[in-house]
């Protein structure tokens, strides 16, 4: 028989925390949390400027490294969205710059 409580998993939670009105109040992300995600970051923008391929894994490194901190996964969440955010209007934005094509048949232009 399963006695589990499935509302909540030991994954919804904080690994770091205690609750505090009935919520989980997390401690911030500090110390060798904050520098392995400033570093990841900035091998991301640094690669992926070149090579949107990379986006994939650095994001996955990006989650490990967060995550092998006891910091909640909703932090995790938000620096993977905001960060993809920024990198994938970057590509589009690299995509869109004009490049130097010869003209097409429809326009012949000026004779």
């Not at 989650?63 to 590509?91: C, G, K, M, W």
Request: net charge negative; charged share 30%.
């Amino acid at each position: 028989v399963d006695t589990t409580d499935d509302s909540e998993t030991a994954m919804d939670r904080p690994r770091s925390g205690a609750v505090i009105d009935g919520r989980w109040e997390v401690k911030p992300l500090h110390g060798d949390a904050m520098r392995d995600v400033r570093e990841m970051l900035e091998l991301a923008h640094r690669s992926c400027a070149k090579d949107a391929g990379m986006l994939g894994f650095l994001m996955e490194e990006l989650t490990t490294a967060i995550e092998d901190h006891p910091i909640h996964s909703d932090v995790v969440n938000l620096v993977s969205d905001r960060y993809t955010t920024l990198l994938e209007s970057q590509f589009l934005e690299d995509l869109e710059e004009p490049s130097e094509s010869p003209p097409s048949a429809e326009d012949p232009g000026l004779p």
